[in-house]
Structure formats: structure tokens, C-alpha cells
């Protein structure tokens, strides 16, 4: 009691002796010492502590499994040979060149840079053929010096006033060859020699090849796969298999720049129809592996005393509720990693894969079947899988898509871009050339080309004449040339369901500049499609190598997530003070 009596002091002062709840969360020790160098060595004092260390790693957890030693596995390959548009009749599907491109190439622009580079590509031609004739096709094939800038660009009228005249019109020199006119205006040219007629023709032709070298476009105007009411891509493919079946593969979403098997549906009630060249056969083989087990950087070791090589820390994977492959992943690694076998198997690009049947020996012998992950009924919420494709048909697609996608691609800065926004206060949507092509192949502000066009179109504001009324009455408010309005429509045979139709203000000039405004009137666009944080559509040069090293450009869209709402300030009906 006399101790107790000289700490009740301590105990009745509040502030500084608090209650304190103190709890373990792991089961190694933490110690205090700076040098951790005994702590290291793993030093062994007692058997039995060596026993419970064990224990503790889950080292006596035994289960009924023996190592695999043997892989038997059959599979059964299509591939893809058609492709489709819409509802247009099914293509011979391309294998020479990447799947993007085939999808997004569009026509090259007839511009003013088309038009120099070709023309200047053929009197290229023309000096190595040594055929002095550049002066009458400047003559016959000549660049308008008087052609309308849309864009008010002063690169483009420079350029203009220094190559017209002086460079052939490739753009209309093309044409003609295309359409015959070319070789009937050979024919026709006075004092020329017949071997000199051959040449020029000969020559021609080079230049066509030439050209449709340069670029991938499309076959014809209904060899377009964007669709401006969705504003994204949308097609379908399909293998042929050897009784006559096919599997349709549809990818009605596709805006992202990269296509993999996810962006793919499995239409089990769909049907290319179409003329095409006989298929490639179906391969069916039964091969054999040896597994080997699974390995990556950082992978915890199943002992004790072996040391992972510290690639990856564990602790430093910053993973939120909804980041659920990201915690699947985290929990193989440390947990399943070392009960998973890989065996490498090699396919064509552009295969559709059934794995019919795998079957595994251990090394006590015993074999054993293994089905492919998530077959069964396709709506079992309890089916598990991470790479089957989606499709409407009652059992699941397990068969594995490897379509002919891009690697590596280098991309020009944007040649266009429109941003669809949402405008509350006006009700209504806007879309945004915020970047708008030039005849020259390049983008420029949109900006600034709407600035300088309402300066050279836009009537000087009419002199108010004096009066004694302090206010005035403004019919309505004006936006940026580049603003071009989608106003809600009501959908045919609905009440409350819209969409948005693209129109226009009272100025003329106050017009679309760019490709991807530029549909058939009039042009709707689906209300679902441009979200609270809108949405960007951007044009850009793009260009990759085949696997052959050839290289292929074209010109291709992206839809890109925007940067939320915004305000026009468009009114009308406005009582203003007069301020004169």
C-alpha cells in the first residue's frame, strides 16, 4: 500500500497517462537495432523452434497430388478469311497487314499536299525517264492558285502561290490515269513519238503503283467501319470451318486505338455472307510438353531459406476494393504461385483455338483430364474464367482468339480533333474542333482558324443610333465559329427517349472545317454516347511494320474520354444596359 500511495498521483493525472490498446498483426519480431545483420543469418538455437517455423510457413500442409511430368494436349485451329462491314457483303480477310489498320484506314485527303507530293514524285519519273514534257502536263494538270482556304491557314495560301504553276496536280494527274483520260490525252499530243507515247504511258503507271504503295485505304466508299451515330468502330470476322460452319466474331465497340481478343463477341446466330476464296484448312494436332513451373520477377520461394531476387515489393502494391484483377494477381503470386505449370505452344496470328482435350501425368503415374476453364452453361454466374470470349449463345466459348493485331506503332500529333461536350445551361451538346486539318496534312488551332474566319466573314456590329433608353433588347448571344451544336431530337416512335442532331448557326461561315463532323445530313449521334465527362475523337497519321518489315500508314480515329462539361454562355432573349 505504501507504493501504491506514491503512484496514485501519476494515475489521477489525465493528460499524461492515457489508456493505451495495443495489437499484432505479424509474427515475426520487430526489432529496434539499426544493424540487422544477426537477424540475417537465420541462426538455429532449438530444434524445436526450427520445427514451429515450419509449421508456421504451412511446410506440413501435405496434399494428395503428385508433380506433373507429362503434357498430352489436342487442339483444332480455324482461321479468320472473312471480314465484314455493317451489313455489307464479306471481304477476303488481309493477312499482310494489321487489323487496325484494316479497320480505321480511310481515304487520303485530296489536299494540297497530296496533290505537290505526287505531282512532284512524277516528275521524278519523267527526269529518269529523260522525257521532257513537264510543261505540258503543268499545262493539262494544273494547282488551282484560287482554291478556297476553309482553315484561313497562311502556310497553306503561301504554299499555294509557290507551286502553282510550277508542280504537275498529282491528285488530277491520278485521276486520269484511273479513268483512261490520261492515255487518250497522250494519244493526242502533237509531234511526240510513238516509242516516247509508250514511255509516258509506261511511266504512269509506275506512278499508280507508287501511290497506292504509299498509304492502305479502303477498297470502296462502303469499306468504312466507323460509325458516327456510335462514334466508334464496328465489324465482324469470321473462319470457315471444314463442314461449312462458321464462327462470327463481332466487335461493335472497338475506339480505343488496340484491338485484342477482348474487344471480340462470339455471335453464335450470325453469318458472313459473301463470295471469298477457299479457306485455309483446319489444323488439328495432339502435341506434348514437359511443364514446367510457372516463374516470374519476384516470386516468393516455397522455403525458407531460399531468397526471392527482390524484383517486386509486395508491400508497395497500392490496390483499391475495385481493382480486382490486381488483388487476383497479388494473391497468386504469393500464394499459388509455385502449384502452376506453364508449357509454351506457338499459333499463327489471326487463329481461333479449341483445346479439346489435356491431359496430365504425375509422377506417380496417374493421369488426369483437365476441361477448359469456364465451360459449362454460359449465364452460371459461378463460372470462372479469364479469357474466354463473350458470346449469345446457351454454352460458353472457350476457345481462344489471337487475332492479327499491332505491336508497335509510331503516331503524328493529332490531324484533327473534335471534343463532344455536355452544355447544362443551354441544353444541348457541342462538338469542339479544337484541331482542324489544314490542306497542307497537318492540324492547326481550331482557335485560331475560327477567329480569323469570323474576322473575315463576320459583318461589322451595326452603329446604335443615340437614344435616352438605358436598356436594350439582344435577340441572341453568338459562339466560336469551331462550336458546333448537337441539339436533342426525339427518337422516331418514343416520347421521352433523344438523340442528338447536328446543326448549325445562322452564320454560314460558322461551319464544320474537319472529316469527322463531316457525315450525310442529317447526322445523329446517340445520346448515351457522349457521357458527363464527354468525349474526344481524334485524327492522326499512323504507321507500323509488318512482320515481313514492310511498312504500312494509314490514317486512323480514337475515342478518348474527355475532360468533363462545360458552358457555351449561347442566350437569348437578353435585356442589356445600354452603354453608349
Not at 227 to 254: K, M, N, P, W
Not at 431 to 449: A, F, K, Q
Request: aromatic content about 10%.
Amino acid at each position: 500500500m505504501p507504493e501504491f500511495d506514491k503512484l496514485k498521483s501519476l494515475f489521477l493525472q489525465l493528460p499524461l497517462f492515457q489508456p493505451t490498446i495495443k495489437g499484432w498483426n505479424r509474427l515475426e519480431g520487430r526489432p529496434r537495432n539499426r544493424d540487422f545483420e544477426r537477424s540475417l543469418r537465420a541462426e538455429v538455437r532449438d530444434p524445436l523452434w526450427m520445427l514451429t517455423r515450419q509449421w508456421q510457413f504451412g511446410e506440413f500442409q501435405g496434399e494428395d497430388a503428385g508433380s506433373p511430368v507429362d503434357a498430352r494436349m489436342l487442339t483444332y485451329q480455324t482461321y479468320l478469311n472473312r471480314y465484314a462491314v455493317g451489313s455489307q457483303p464479306a471481304q477476303k480477310f488481309e493477312t499482310n497487314i494489321p487489323l487496325e489498320a484494316r479497320v480505321e484506314r480511310e481515304f487520303w485527303p485530296e489536299d494540297l499536299g497530296s496533290q505537290v507530293r505526287i505531282g512532284r514524285y512524277f516528275e521524278k519519273l519523267l527526269r529518269i525517264h529523260a522525257l521532257p514534257y513537264k510543261d505540258n502536263y503543268l499545262t493539262q494538270y494544273v494547282i488551282d492558285a484560287s482554291a478556297p482556304n476553309p482553315v484561313y491557314d497562311k502556310d497553306t495560301d503561301q504554299t499555294r502561290a509557290a507551286v502553282a504553276g510550277k508542280v504537275i496536280n498529282g491528285v488530277l494527274l491520278q485521276k486520269a490515269i484511273a479513268d483512261g483520260s490520261h492515255a487518250i490525252w497522250v494519244d493526242a499530243l502533237p509531234q511526240l513519238a510513238d516509242s516516247d507515247r509508250t514511255k509516258l504511258k509506261t511511266t504512269a503507271s509506275e506512278l499508280v503503283l507508287w501511290a497506292g504503295a504509299f498509304a492502305t485505304q479502303p477498297t470502296s466508299t462502303a469499306d468504312n467501319a466507323w460509325s458516327g451515330t456510335h462514334l466508334e468502330f464496328q465489324f465482324a470476322c469470321a473462319t470457315d470451318d471444314a463442314d461449312g460452319t462458321q464462327i462470327v466474331l463481332r466487335a461493335d465497340q472497338y475506339d480505343s486505338g488496340h484491338l485484342d481478343w477482348y474487344s471480340f463477341d462470339v455471335d453464335a446466330n450470325g453469318k458472313l455472307e459473301g463470295a471469298v476464296s477457299e479457306p485455309e484448312q483446319p489444323l488439328e494436332e495432339c502435341l506434348s510438353f514437359i511443364p514446367a513451373p510457372v516463374s516470374f520477377n519476384g516470386m516468393p520461394q516455397p522455403r525458407f531459406w531460399q531468397m526471392e531476387n527482390g524484383r517486386i515489393e509486395f508491400s508497395n502494391i497500392d490496390a483499391n476494393t475495385t481493382d480486382l484483377i490486381k488483388l487476383i494477381m497479388t494473391e497468386f503470386m504469393l500464394l499459388y504461385g509455385n502449384d502452376w505449370c506453364v508449357f509454351p505452344y506457338e499459333r499463327k496470328t489471326g487463329s481461333l483455338c479449341e483445346i479439346r482435350g489435356l491431359v496430365i501425368t504425375d509422377v506417380f503415374g496417374q493421369r488426369t483430364f483437365v476441361k477448359p476453364a469456364g465451360s459449362g452453361i454460359d449465364d452460371d454466374w459461378t463460372r470462372w474464367s479469364f479469357f474466354s470470349l463473350s458470346t449469345n449463345a446457351p454454352t460458353a466459348n472457350t476457345a481462344s482468339f489471337l487475332p492479327p493485331a499491332l505491336g508497335k506503332t509510331l503516331e503524328s500529333q493529332p490531324l484533327e480533333k473534335v471534343n463532344f461536350i455536355r452544355d447544362e445551361m443551354s441544353n444541348m451538346v457541342w462538338g469542339i474542333e479544337s484541331i482542324v486539318p489544314t490542306e497542307l496534312g497537318r492540324g492547326v488551332n481550331g482557335y485560331e482558324s475560327a477567329l480569323a474566319a469570323e474576322n473575315a466573314t463576320r459583318p461589322p456590329e451595326p452603329e446604335l443610333q443615340p437614344t435616352e433608353a438605358k436598356i436594350r433588347y439582344v435577340l441572341g448571344t453568338t459562339v466560336p465559329y469551331n462550336w458546333i451544336p448537337f441539339l436533342p431530337a426525339q427518337l422516331p416512335g418514343s416520347n421521352r427517349d433523344i438523340r442528338l442532331q447536328r446543326a448549325r448557326m445562322p452564320d454560314l461561315a460558322a461551319s464544320f472545317k474537319g472529316r469527322i463532323l463531316d457525315e450525310p445530313a442529317p447526322y445523329f449521334v446517340n445520346e448515351e454516347e457522349v457521357p458527363r465527362s464527354g468525349k474526344s475523337v481524334i485524327r492522326t497519321y499512323q504507321l507500323t511494320r509488318t512482320k515481313d518489315g514492310k511498312p504500312v500508314l494509314w490514317i486512323g480515329r480514337q475515342a478518348l474520354i474527355s475532360k468533363g462539361e462545360g458552358r457555351s454562355w449561347l442566350a437569348f432573349d437578353q435585356i442589356v444596359d445600354n452603354a453608349i
